[in-house]
């Protein structure tokens, strides 16, 4: 993605024009501390400046059998402190190689600091330090930052691997440009009367200054590939420049004559396609790719030349500052995107005159649940949105249009609601499924191992879904409890819909189903265990036919099966239980099973 730190400083070194500035040897390195604009690709190497060392750093000989091939060599001086990195721009079909030098000198290059040597398979268009201008992460063809103190000198030694070549350009960039945009490098070490070389953009206002004291007269000459060529009736002490080329003044005074070139390359200027306005439908944390906009943005325009940002303001996009991310987080509504296009070469030439609209039309979010249920005390259930949106078209399977609606019959119900904008129809369905719920009913409950703790399960005979609870614990969804005290026991049984509870008292006490007093010890009498947790507990026994056969307290050691002294038959007999409640009453225990045999 394009940041604001590739803009401050640009060294451009064009590949469309020929006879550039070219230093092929360590020794002639060009200095540069501004700009350096045209290269028309380089030929040859000169002397071997690595005298037949078989590599250097990263670098490793190429087809030449030197190191060098096709090279070109720079220096310059850092003036201030800070972050630095550079971007190499070149055809994405040639393979160019770099290193990076801290030295004072030529005969002390000593290793690179910065090397980069990879083939150009993936046919990137740049190389260097820091971060690949066209948002590719982790590029190999990119080193990591270099800081950077005052008063450092590099030399920086590019080289294309083969003959196939076109030229390069040269941008730097990092925080130290956007904190020192003037003063980054330092300029005394060019010595040249018309400066360092300048890149401009078409249509920029270049004006050549060769003010000398004691100047006699000026001759300004061209030079656009053919030799330098006098421009006719031009005599002044500056010249502007309208064409990229050589430039040379010939300054006569009384006592010599001064001769200085200087290179002026303009870059083209991108003129910002038409972008149409985006409708669609928007749905909580969606992202538009903005990256499906940079073909209409650049036109016909070769994107390996060109660069699209996208900004929340024309003053960002103006000043190429926080660009959004490519994968936008949508904000619903209406937004108008601003759009740079900005020159790889130099992105001093830009155009942030179009911009478009993202018109995100919301899609409904339905909110309610997509179960409901009848409670059968009430018989109906409203479902649906409760809350409506009336810019909204609401369409249920039962043919109302309402946002909500009352139904009294199970089954599937699904609502369809509709936003419609700008021709687009944005829509959201949702089913509710609804049942009824009868209300909770205890029909028997079960005891086993009667002991100190008991398992208790609580029976329904409805169907449904219930939670219970015992002594106002937590409710939970089993009807099984263990290790319940025997007593009397509150429990709580209700429908998790709120459809209703219902609360009981149970008694938790044992006995035999079956007891023999035929004089073998064993089961001789009959008895409830637990009695005496409960309050003036009472027992009555009965035969088949209702009569009274014997009646208990829980200080009887029990019944022996006999009545009024005399042995009673093998059948099955009933037995009720009381007891007193917390308010004195008395109280028959219910859900016990209220039999048992009697065996001989």
């Given at each position: 993605?394009?940041?604001?730190?590739?803009?401050?400083?640009?060294?451009?070194?064009?590949?469309?024009?020929?006879?550039?500035?070219?230093?092929?040897?360590?020794?002639?390195?060009?200095?540069?501390?501004?700009?350096?604009?045209?290269?028309?690709?380089?030929?040859?190497?000169?002397?071997?400046?690595?005298?037949?060392?078989?590599?250097?750093?990263?670098?490793?000989?190429t087809t030449t059998g030197a190191i060098e091939s096709n090279s070109a060599w720079y220096r310059f001086r850092t003036a201030e402190a800070g972050q630095l990195g550079f971007n190499i721009g070149h055809n994405s079909n040639e393979d160019w190689?770099?290193?990076?030098?801290?030295?004072?000198?030529?005969?002390?290059?000593?290793?690179?600091?910065?090397?980069?040597?990879?083939?150009?398979?993936?046919?990137?268009?740049?190389?260097?330090?820091?971060?690949?201008?066209?948002?590719?992460?982790?590029?190999?063809?990119?080193?990591?930052?270099?800081?950077?103190?005052?008063?450092?000198?590099?030399?920086?030694?590019?080289?294309?691997?083969?003959?196939?070549?076109?030229?390069?350009?040269?941008?730097?960039?990092?925080?130290?440009?956007?904190?020192?945009?003037?003063?980054?490098?330092?300029?005394?070490?060019?010595?040249?009367?018309?400066?360092?070389?300048?890149?401009?953009?078409?249509?920029?206002?270049?004006?050549?200054?060769?003010?000398?004291?004691?100047?006699?007269?000026?001759?300004?000459?061209?030079?656009?590939?053919?030799?330098?060529?006098?421009?006719?009736?031009?005599?002044?002490?500056?010249?502007?420049?309208?064409?990229?080329?050589?430039?040379?003044?010939?300054?006569?005074?009384?006592?010599?004559?001064?001769?200085?070139?200087?290179?002026?390359?303009?870059?083209?200027?991108?003129?910002?396609?038409?972008?149409?306005?985006?409708?669609?439908?928007?749905?909580?944390?969606?992202?538009?790719?903005?990256?499906?906009?940079?073909?209409?943005?650049?036109?016909?325009?070769?994107?390996?030349?060109?660069?699209?940002?996208?900004?929340?303001?024309?003053?960002?996009?103006?000043?190429?500052?926080?660009?959004?991310?490519?994968?936008y987080v949508l904000m619903g509504g209406s937004e108008i995107i601003y759009v740079r296009t900005t020159s790889l070469a130099n992105p001093d030439c830009f155009d942030a005159s179009q911009n478009f609209v993202l018109n995100a039309i919301e899609?409904?979010?339905?909110?309610?649940?997509?179960?409901?249920?009848?409670?059968?005390?009430?018989?109906?259930?409203?479902?649906?949105?409760?809350?409506?949106?009336?810019?909204?078209?609401?369409?249920?399977?039962?043919?109302?249009?309402?946002?909500?609606?009352?139904?009294?019959?199970?089954g599937e119900y699904t609502l369809t609601v509709t936003h419609q904008s700008n021709g687009v129809v944005c829509e959201t369905s949702k089913t509710i499924t609804v049942d009824i719920s009868n209300m909770p009913q205890i029909s028997s409950i079960?005891?086993?191992?009667?002991?100190?703790?008991?398992?208790?399960?609580?029976?329904?005979?409805?169907?449904?879904?219930?939670?219970?609870?015992?002594?106002?614990?937590?409710?939970?969804?089993?009807?099984?409890?263990?290790?319940?005290?025997?007593?009397?026991?509150?429990?709580?049984?209700?429908?998790?819909?709120?459809?209703?509870?219902?609360?009981?008292?149970?008694?938790?006490?044992?006995?035999?189903?079956?007891?023999?007093?035929?004089?073998?010890?064993?089961?001789?009498?009959?008895?409830?265990?637990?009695?005496?947790?409960?309050?003036?507990?009472?027992?009555?026994?009965?035969?088949?036919?209702?009569?009274?056969?014997?009646?208990?307290?829980?200080?009887?050691?029990?019944?022996?099966?006999?009545?009024?002294?005399?042995?009673?038959?093998?059948?099955?007999?009933?037995?009720?239980?009381?007891?007193?409640?917390?308010?004195?009453?008395?109280?028959?225990?219910?859900?016990?099973?209220?039999?048992?045999?009697?065996?001989?």
């Amino acid at each position: 993605m394009f940041k604001t730190l590739f803009r401050t400083l640009i060294l451009i070194l064009f590949w469309q024009a020929a006879d550039a500035q070219v230093a092929q040897d360590c020794i002639n390195a060009t200095p540069i501390c501004s700009n350096t604009p045209i290269n028309g690709g380089t030929n040859g190497y000169g002397a071997d400046d690595f005298n037949g060392a078989p590599s250097s750093g990263c670098l490793e000989q190429t087809t030449t059998g030197a190191i060098e091939s096709n090279s070109a060599w720079y220096r310059f001086r850092t003036a201030e402190a800070g972050q630095l990195g550079f971007n190499i721009g070149h055809n994405s079909n040639e393979d160019w190689d770099f290193a990076l030098y801290r030295a004072t000198d030529c005969d002390n290059l000593g290793d690179p600091i910065r090397c980069n040597f990879f083939d150009n398979s993936e046919n990137t268009s740049f190389i260097g330090v820091g971060e690949d201008p066209t948002g590719i992460e982790d590029s190999v063809h990119y080193e990591d930052w270099l800081q950077v103190e005052a008063g450092e000198d590099y030399y920086l030694f590019i080289n294309n691997f083969s003959n196939l070549n076109s030229g390069f350009s040269i941008q730097f960039t990092g925080e130290i440009w956007t904190d020192h945009p003037n003063s980054a490098l330092d300029c005394s070490i060019v010595s040249n009367l018309l400066g360092p070389p300048i890149a401009a953009c078409q249509g920029d206002n270049v004006e050549l200054d060769a003010t000398t004291m004691g100047a006699i007269n000026y001759e300004w000459y061209s030079n656009m590939g053919s030799g330098y060529q006098l421009i006719a009736g031009e005599n002044n002490a500056t010249y502007n420049v309208q064409d990229s080329g050589q430039y040379r003044v010939v300054v006569t005074t009384s006592v010599e004559s001064l001769v200085s070139d200087v290179q002026v390359g303009f870059n083209e200027v991108p003129v910002t396609g038409t972008l149409a306005d985006e409708t669609f439908c928007h749905e909580v944390d969606m992202t538009f790719d903005l990256n499906t906009k940079n073909s209409e943005a650049l036109g016909g325009m070769d994107p390996d030349n060109f660069i699209v940002s996208y900004h929340s303001s024309q003053i960002d996009a103006d000043a190429g500052i926080h660009p959004l991310e490519k994968q936008y987080v949508l904000m619903g509504g209406s937004e108008i995107i601003y759009v740079r296009t900005t020159s790889l070469a130099n992105p001093d030439c830009f155009d942030a005159s179009q911009n478009f609209v993202l018109n995100a039309i919301e899609t409904p979010i339905l909110n309610f649940d997509e179960r409901a249920v009848i409670c059968e005390s009430v018989g109906s259930v409203e479902i649906g949105e409760v809350q409506p949106d009336f810019n909204y078209v609401y369409q249920w399977s039962t043919g109302e249009q309402t946002p909500s609606i009352t139904v009294s019959q199970e089954g599937e119900y699904t609502l369809t609601v509709t936003h419609q904008s700008n021709g687009v129809v944005c829509e959201t369905s949702k089913t509710i499924t609804v049942d009824i719920s009868n209300m909770p009913q205890i029909s028997s409950i079960d005891i086993e191992d009667m002991s100190v703790n008991n398992i208790v399960t609580i029976n329904t005979e409805n169907m449904g879904e219930y939670e219970f609870s015992m002594d106002g614990g937590e409710f939970q969804g089993s009807n099984v409890f263990d290790g319940v005290s025997p007593g009397v026991h509150t429990v709580s049984m209700r429908d998790p819909y709120g459809c209703g509870v219902v609360e009981e008292d149970i008694v938790v006490v044992g006995f035999m189903s079956i007891f023999s007093p035929n004089g073998d010890v064993l089961n001789e009498t009959w008895q409830i265990e637990g009695l005496s947790t409960l309050n003036s507990p009472i027992v009555t026994i009965y035969d088949r036919y209702g009569k009274l056969i014997k009646q208990m307290n829980a200080f009887d050691a029990g019944w022996d099966g006999s009545f009024n002294g005399k042995p009673l038959p093998s059948t099955d007999y009933w037995f009720k239980l009381s007891y007193l409640d917390d308010d004195g009453n008395r109280t028959y225990a219910k859900y016990l099973q209220s039999h048992f045999s009697l065996r001989r």
